[in-house]
């Protein structure tokens, strides 16, 4: 059974930091690309952070750049996203992804909530 498990959102101040993770179980988690995306209300899910098998490829989108890190952990079947210096506008629900080519086989965490408000 495949399980992709979001865990670590929350409410946090402007210009706090998160470090949200993504269990992940029921697949040969080394031969994925792992992404985190987000989607806003109203808005598009949009691409956050994408890193390699081996953690050797990384992407960011420009609005988080110098703010986020993505990183994983092939021992663990984790990826975590390290989130600093947060803004309003990174409020979202975050969601864990697994990349394959064949559609059938891109998974989806359930989301976890991210706040950033005074």
């Known amino acids: 059974q495949v399980q992709l498990v979001e865990s670590g959102g929350g409410l946090v101040q402007p210009g706090g930091s998160l470090r949200l993770s993504c269990a992940a179980s029921?697949?040969?988690?080394?031969?994925?690309?792992m992404n985190w995306y987000r989607q806003a209300p109203g808005k598009e899910r949009e691409l956050v952070a994408r890193i390699g098998r081996r953690g050797d490829t990384l992407h960011y989108a420009d609005s988080v750049k110098g703010r986020f890190t993505i990183s994983r952990d092939n021992a663990k079947n984790t990826v975590t996203l390290q989130m600093n210096s947060l803004k309003p506008e990174d409020t979202a629900v975050y969601y864990c992804?697994?990349?394959?080519?064949?559609?059938?086989?891109?998974?989806w965490g359930q989301g976890t909530q991210v706040t950033v408000s005074s």
């Open positions: 029921g697949f040969t988690f080394s031969t994925r690309t």
């Open positions: 992804n697994a990349e394959h080519s064949i559609m059938e086989f891109i998974y």
